[in-house]
Structure formats: structure tokens, C-alpha cells
């Protein structure tokens, strides 16, 4: 904890070396869930600073290790974090996999608040690629979901956020923008859902993966399971 703080306020040395003081506590004790957490957290740090191979690196190690306790969650946190890394990469096929994927299951665990935010990010994916009525309606549909769930921006990411919409909205001009923004904002949950993992599904066919296929499909299992009780964000 101490070391998160630390690099939430920029302290990276600081962090990086309690950081690593807690991965050995972690193994001495056979910790693996808390293991994976601090290797997560050490990406980040390796993030903050631009090693992106180190990030990498590190995230991948704690993905495989939340994989293997099978924490639905844990994956979800540590796939954001490899989007956010792939977005930085400009690879939108991987950053698309990663975000698709912890979209989905934090779809599938009920987690609201990183629902939102991934789908923003899946968005922004998906403005660069060229797909801009699609970016619009996912970003209605993001801003639909923050507004029921009252989700407040953090420092720095709501003028990020501004600027994709902006770029969204010059992209595709004011009248198209309206449109597609209306329809996202009165989007079925479960449409909205069904569009990101089949989205998620054509990236996994570039990156060739099989845990994010798998999710997929376990999404399209709960959404036909709940098509009968649609429901806007």
C-alpha cells in the first residue's frame, strides 16, 4: 500500500524499492494473490516511467499469475493496465484484446466502475482505428453508465476524456456525431456488450490468444442468457 502511494505521488524510486520489498515478503510467504497485485503495481511503476518493454514485462508475469489463481477481477485490472500500455505502443489490435477482454469480465463481476472506464478506452481504440460512429456510441454509452452510477473523474482524466470525444466529434462532423451520440446514450446494456466482444473476438484473431476467446465466448453466453431482460445502462 505504502508503495502505491508512493507512486501515485510520483515517488518512483521510493516505490519501486518498497514495491520490490514486498514481492519478496510476498514469496517468502506464499502469497500468490498479493504477489501478482505487487507485480501489477510495479508495471505501473515501469509505466510511469517509460520502460514499456519493463511494464510489460511485469504485467504479463502478474496476468499469468491471476490467470492461474483463475481471479476474474485481477485479470481485469492487469488487462486494463496492458491496453493502456498498448494504446502507448499504437499495437490497437492488442490494446483492442486487452481492453475487450477486461471489459468483459468486469461486465460479467458486475464491476461498474472499471466497466466505464474500459469501455471509454475500447472507444478511444476504436476512434483512431477509423470506426468513429462506433467510438461515438461507446463513449455515450461510457458517459450513460458514469452518469447511473454517479462515477466522478479522477485528476487529469476528464480532459483526456474531452479531448477524445473532440477529436471523435471534428472527425466524424457535428450532425453524425449528435446522431451516433444519441443512440449510444439509450444503448441496451446488453447491445452494447454483444458489440464489444464481437469486437474483441476479430482482435483475438490478430493476436492469437486463447484466454481472451474463451471470455468471449463466455460473454456471449451470459448475454443470450440475459437478452430476455434488456436493460439501458
Known sequence: LTGHLESEQGNLDVAQSLLNEAVAIFDRHDLPFWRAHT?????????????????????????????HLGND?????????????????????????????????????????????????????????????????????????REKIGLKWLAGSQQIYEAEVAFIR?????????????????????????????????AQTHVGTSPGLDTADRGRQRVNEDSGAASQW
Open 73 to 145: 477481477w485481477g485479470i481485469a485490472v492487469v488487462l486494463m493496465s496492458l491496453g493502456l500500455l498498448e494504446r502507448r505502443r499504437k499495437d490497437s489490435h492488442r490494446a483492442q484484446a486487452y481492453l475487450g477482454e477486461s471489459f468483459a469480465l468486469n461486465w460479467m463481476i458486475g464491476a461498474q466502475v472499471d466497466s466505464a472506464q474500459t469501455l471509454e478506452q475500447l472507444a478511444a481504440v476504436q476512434a483512431h482505428e477509423g470506426e468513429l460512429n462506433r467510438a461515438a456510441r461507446w463513449m455515450a454509452a461510457a458517459a450513460a453508465l
Open 170 to 202: 471534428s472527425r466524424l462532423g457535428e450532425p453524425k456525431f449528435v446522431a451516433a451520440w444519441t443512440e449510444g446514450q439509450s444503448l441496451p446494456e446488453e447491445t452494447a456488450v454483444a458489440e464489444v466482444l464481437d469486437a474483441l473476438r476479430e
Open 39 to 67: 507485480l501489477h503495481l510495479l508495471g505501473r511503476v515501469a509505466f510511469q516511467r517509460g520502460d514499456l518493454g519493463e511494464a510489460a514485462a511485469l504485467m504479463t508475469e502478474a496476468l499469468d499469475l491471476q490467470r
